[in-house]
């Protein structure tokens, strides 16, 4: 299929990145710990392999796998490495509780991320709203995704899709802070008695 760089090496990067191979992707994954990166790479095995932290990565799409308060200083630092690359964020600016945001209308992580990338970066934020257990089971799922350029979003539909995934397009990326505010519901709705083995969908009635 395609090669797809993770930046990270954590839960949500071992979650789609063993997902996005199992469906026949290619996964290069890049992290400031190389010996956990190439773990992970090993863990997944079908081909995936580990780029260096910085490096130009090796995918048309990159996936920006870090906790939000990492993510505009790690695209900062990759800078011109990121040039014509699409950029797929999947954090969430949670504060302290979960009980909301950290960010502000207006100033979503994809928009300060996009405000550090490469102007001919794009940035589309996705996966935000599922739980990595649920991703890692390989069931159909809804995505909602937002952004600003529609080539971008296009090729991230496509990309969802190969993936057994429902892609929804909730606008432009200014309701990216919406989406945020969309994982702050999913987390609410898990502690309250729906459990963290669920997954938010839409439905035409």
Known sequence: MTTISIIGSGTMATAIGTRVAEHGHTIELMSRNAAKAQSLADRIGNGATVGTFGARPAGDIVIVAVLYAAAVDVVAHYGDALAGKILIDITNPFNADASGLVTNAGNSVSQQISAAAPKDAHVVKAFNSIFGGV???????????????????????????????????????????????????????????????????????
């Open 135 to 205: 991703l890692a089971e390989d069931k159909p799922l809804d995505v909602f995704f937002a952004g600003d350029d529609a080539e971008a979003k296009a090729r991230v539909a496509a990309f969802l899709e190969s993936l057994d995934m429902r892609p929804l397009d909730a606008g432009d990326l200014e309701m990216t802070h919406a989406l945020e505010w969309a994982g702050i519901l999913l987390v609410g709705l898990a502690r309250t008695g729906a459990g963290f083995d669920i997954a938010l969908r839409a439905e035409l009635l």
